[in-house]
Every structure is written in structure tokens, then in C-alpha cells.
């Protein structure tokens, strides 16, 4: 293995997706399918046929122009030697189950590396941007394939064993046939199953039956729809890797595909999403059904022919007392005009979304617009947290709102306590009760409140007591007669405990002065 290959291969015992240089968590990567609409390969940019990773004309892009850009998807190979997996058992691109070996390593010009995928739109189109690396020294042709698959494979790719792969009519294989010179060779071929229409002649391997990969399209540049694609033939500069990288003549190879003009991949009205990809070679010669050797296991990514919309939500109130109402209204965003689906509304009690589920209802969308949800009401302190999830339809990928933006608090409610003497003033051996009322209070209030006399003003000393009674529904009976038999100055105070809805309140001791005469 050269110098030039040891600098990025060295210490990686796993396949790892990456953004840039820099490890990342799997992030989806959005690719949006739209009718074709006579667009050509010039309205990209990106020069995805001069076999090499920098910019070569002002104005136009690579793949330096992707650095760090969150859009870019790295899919890196073991290193090669006793980890390194490839397949074996003689499997080809039609076979459902595969077998896989360590350290069965295949010929240099069939090592896979890396590879790299991102798509951007232009106008009504969106264009798909792929390139493969091999090993050093590869001298010789290069047979890679691309799979775009709607659902991912579970299993063990990095393990010695064997595996069903998990194909869906209507996965896509991009394949990519070099002969050691000269322009690539692409092609775009369709999983197909039985029940849909196609017969084993569609197959593309010759004497292959359903369910294979068939109907191919021819994609290059003189092809109707076109594409371009290239492979250095000089050494060049690896330049997302960076550290002075190079790669070999020949090791490298990209392709740009105007993925809005092919025909087939996409039904009208109906959406459809890739959610797994990887990358493979395959033994000497261009046909479909040569024997497989290295692969880069599969790995996310979101490729759709719908709009991805976004949901917003807005609660009523993010604050509250117990006992209040609450509902939700939910906006779409980047949804065609004719959106429908519907949209359910739930309350949680966990930020995650997880937990203590309520339902607040499902309504139907028309035309992108979101009626509210329920009202639900909130008959105890707490936090909440609701969210929004849309359907989707035919032409709108789903969406769900996030967590942790629409929090609800909802508290006991903060009530008083005001009070009234049965009289102000009176004489020596007068008997005098108080009368209390909550205001604020929840209608079903409990609790008490316990009714005190005291000698000075700020209701601390000489304290006796006049009762405490039992709060119902709001309601507070009066308290105990009192009576005085010297005179003098007395305050009244009402104390309420409060429940568990409400908050406990304190009367002000100054507001109830009572003045016993001699």
C-alpha cells in the first residue's frame, strides 16, 4: 500500500460516515425528485467529468466547493488487509442473498476506498453527484456500482457470514464501467419484482428471472437523458481529506447525473423515498452479472421525490393555571399548495416526546392548512409538552413538529384571601366573628383556613385562636365567635392552606382592625 493511502486509511477498523473530515452522527441527506423539465447538464455547475476534485473553471464547483458542507455523504471501506470484507462465494448484483469474507482481499483495481455522494437543485431539477475511490496502483478497468434502496438491510456487513439484502420494487442501481481509458460508461437500472407488471426478459442479466435488475437506462453524455462522469488519469490531490493526500491515476472516479430527467424512477403521485446506499465492485468486465468483490457498506441517507415540509406549532398559552384550556395550531411550511393528509395532535409529559401520551385529536389538512387541535384541559400543576405530527400524502413527504419547542407549565393558582368583621368596633363582653372569601381559587378549592386574633398590628403576638374550617368548593364558612372582655386594639387574620391547585394565601392583618371600648 503507497504512502499516499496510509495517510487516511490508517487506524480505521470500521465503516464510519463522515461530513467533510470531521466524524459526524448520521445525518439524513435530502435529495428532492421533480418532473423533468428539459434541463441539461450545464445548468449544474459542478464538473463531474474532469476526473478530479478541484475547481478547474471560475464560477463552476467541485468537490472542494462540499467541504464541510453538512449535504456531503463520506461512506469509508476498512483498511485493507485481514478487516477488510468484501464478498465471496462467487455473489452477483441479482442475488437477494450474499456472502460475505474477512480478509478475502480482492485485486487492487476492486478495493473500494472511499466514496462520496451530495445533490443539489437547480431550477426544477436536482442533480446527484457520486464519485468512488479504489487503491493505489489500480492499473486496470473499474466496475463500481451505486444501490439506492428504499429500506435499509438489517445485519452484519463488517462480520464474515451471509445476508439477505432487503430490496423493494423500484431500487435503484447506478452502475459505473470504466475500461482503463476513454469516457465511463453509466447506467441506471430498476429492482423488479413479480406482480408488477415486468417478465423475466426485462432482466439485464441474460437467462436472469424475476425478481432481478432490469430496465436500464443508458446515461452519458450523448444519451437522452444525459450525464457525465470521469476518471483521472493523472495523480491528483485528495482534497477532503486534506494532510497533502493524493490519489494514483486511476484510483479515482465521479459522475453527475441529472437525476429530474430519468424516466421510470418515479411514479406520478405517489412518493417515494431511498433511505439506504452502497457502493460495490465488480470483477473484470461490464456486465451486470459479474461476479462482486470489495463493497462499502450501506449507510442513511434521504432521497425523495416529494417536498419535505416542516411543521410549526404555536400553543394558546405556554404558561398556566390548573384547570385552564389549552390547544395547539400547527402551520406547514415548504408543503405544496394542495397539501393534504392529516395532522395529530398529543401532550406528553417527558421532553422526548415518549411518555404519558393524551391525544388532542387528528385533523384533516386541505390545501396546507392545519386546523387547531382539541382543547384539553389541565387539572393539575405540572409540565407538558406537545406535538404535531403531519401525515404526508402523495406528494409531501411527513413531518413532526419538535419536542421540546412547544413546553406547556402549567401552576397552582395563586388565590386571596379577603376578610370582613361581623362588626369594627364594640364594647367589653362584645362577641365578634369574621367572614372570609377566596378570590382566584379553583372552582373545587379545598383546604382550609384557620381564623386568628392578635393584639398588635403586624399579627405576631397575643395570638388566640377562632377557629379553623374546612374549605369547599371555594366556599369558606366564618369563623368561631370571639369574645372580648377587655379593651383595647385587635387585629384578624385569615390564613388559607391552600390544595393541591392552589397556592395558600394570607389575609393583610392591618385590614381588619377591631376596636374594643371600655
Not at 465488480?282 to 468483490?293: M, N, Y
Not at 390547544?327 to 404519558?356: E, F, N, P, R, W
Request: include cysteine; hydrophobic fraction near 30%.
Amino acid at each position: 500500500m503507497s504512502a499516499r493511502v496510509k495517510g487516511f486509511r490508517r487506524g480505521r477498523g470500521r465503516r464510519l460516515w463522515f461530513a467533510g473530515a470531521t466524524a459526524l452522527a448520521v445525518v439524513a441527506f435530502a435529495v428532492f425528485f421533480t418532473a423533468a423539465s428539459g434541463a441539461s447538464l450545464t445548468d449544474s455547475t459542478f464538473e463531474g467529468s474532469d476526473g478530479n476534485m478541484v475547481v478547474d473553471t471560475s464560477g463552476h464547483t467541485d468537490w472542494v466547493s462540499w467541504d464541510g458542507n453538512a449535504g456531503l455523504r463520506t461512506l469509508i471501506d476498512a483498511p485493507s488487509g485481514t478487516t477488510d470484507n468484501a464478498f465471496t462465494g462467487g455473489s452477483k448484483e441479482d442475488d437477494l442473498g450474499v456472502t460475505i469474507a474477512q480478509g478475502s482481499v480482492p485485486p487492487n483495481k476492486n478495493d473500494l476506498t472511499r466514496a462520496y455522494a451530495a445533490s443539489e437543485k437547480v431550477g426544477n431539477d436536482t442533480f446527484l453527484y457520486l464519485a468512488w475511490e479504489r487503491q493505489p496502483n489500480p492499473n486496470g478497468s473499474a466496475n463500481i456500482d451505486f444501490e439506492l434502496d428504499q429500506n435499509a438491510t438489517s445485519g452484519d456487513f463488517l462480520s464474515a457470514g451471509s445476508l439477505t439484502l432487503n430490496r423493494t420494487e423500484g431500487d435503484v442501481l447506478i452502475t459505473y464501467d470504466f475500461g482503463g481509458s476513454g469516457t465511463p460508461d453509466l447506467g441506471l437500472l430498476t429492482w423488479l419484482t413479480t406482480g408488477h407488471g415486468h417478465s423475466n426478459s426485462d432482466c439485464e442479466a441474460s437467462g436472469q428471472k424475476l425478481p432481478c435488475w432490469g430496465n436500464r437506462v443508458a446515461l452519458n453524455p450523448s444519451s437522452n437523458p444525459p450525464a457525465e462522469a470521469g476518471v483521472n488519469a493523472d495523480t491528483i490531490d485528495e482534497v477532503l481529506i486534506g494532510g497533502g493526500t493524493q490519489l494514483d491515476a486511476g484510483s479515482f472516479g465521479e459522475a453527475k447525473i441529472d437525476l429530474s430527467a430519468v424516466p421510470g424512477v418515479f411514479s406520478p403521485d405517489t412518493c417515494k423515498d431511498f433511505g439506504s446506499m452502497f457502493v460495490k465492485s465488480r470483477a473484470s468486465g461490464s456486465s451486470i452479472d459479474a461476479e462482486l468483490k470489495d463493497f462499502i457498506a450501506p449507510a442513511p441517507i434521504h432521497l425523495s421525490n416529494c417536498a419535505e415540509p416542516t411543521i410549526s406549532t404555536t400553543l394558546s398559552e405556554s404558561t398556566g393555571y390548573v384547570g385552564d384550556t389549552v390547544h395547539d395550531s400547527a402551520t406547514l411550511s415548504g408543503a405544496t399548495s394542495s397539501a393534504g393528509g392529516t395532522v395529530t395532535y398529543s401532550v406528553y409529559t417527558d421532553s422526548s416526546c415518549s411518555q404519558g401520551k393524551q391525544d388532542a385529536g387528528t385533523v384533516n389538512v386541505t390545501n396546507a392548512s392545519v386546523p387547531d387541535s382539541n382543547g384539553i384541559q389541565f387539572n393539575s400543576e405540572g409540565t407538558w409538552y406537545w406535538q404535531a405530527v403531519y401525515s404526508g400524502d402523495n406528494h409531501n413527504n411527513g413531518a413532526t413538529s419538535t419536542c421540546t419547542e412547544e413546553k406547556l407549565t402549567i401552576s397552582k393558582h395563586s388565590p386571596s384571601i379577603s376578610t370582613l368583621l361581623s362588626k369594627g368596633s364594640g364594647a367589653i363582653g362584645d362577641s365578634v366573628s369574621d367572614s372570609a372569601t377566596l378570590s382566584g381559587a379553583t372552582a373545587d378549592a379545598g383546604g382550609t383556613v384557620t381564623y386568628s386574633v392578635y393584639t398588635d398590628s403586624s399579627c405576631s403576638q397575643g395570638k388566640q385562636d377562632a377557629g379553623t374550617v374546612n374549605v369547599s368548593s371555594g366556599s369558606v364558612p366564618d369563623s368561631n365567635a370571639v369574645q372580648f372582655d377587655a379593651a383595647g386594639d385587635y387585629y384578624w387574620q385569615a390564613v388559607y392552606s391552600g390544595d393541591s391547585n392552589n397556592e395558600g394565601a394570607t389575609s393583610t392583618c392591618t385590614e381588619e382592625h377591631l376596636v374594643i371600648a371600655k
